[in-house]
């Protein structure tokens, strides 16, 4: 790894420490579910909602592949 990716990360873990201080609820929601919810079959959706009224939705059904890059990155503390 050279200083640029090294930079980066630690860019990226600043960024990430701050969203998790102005979004304190959701990273104990995604604690939650990665803990109870990380079975093959689980369906995930997403909902988006614009302040000018457009909503995009879209869902996934997890697969054994998933949960394995899911519990990799959780491992990295990503």
Not at 28 to 50: C, Q
């Amino acid at each position: 790894m050279n200083l640029n990716s090294i930079a980066l990360l630690q860019q990226l873990k600043a960024q990430l420490e701050k969203f998790k201080a102005r979004h304190p609820k959701f990273p104990l929601f995604l604690d939650a579910v990665s803990e109870h919810a990380l079975t093959e079959g689980t369906v995930v959706e997403i909902a988006v909602s614009t302040p000018d009224g457009q909503n995009y939705t879209s869902n996934l059904r997890l697969m054994a592949e998933d949960i394995e890059l899911i519990r990799s990155l959780k491992d990295m503390n990503v």
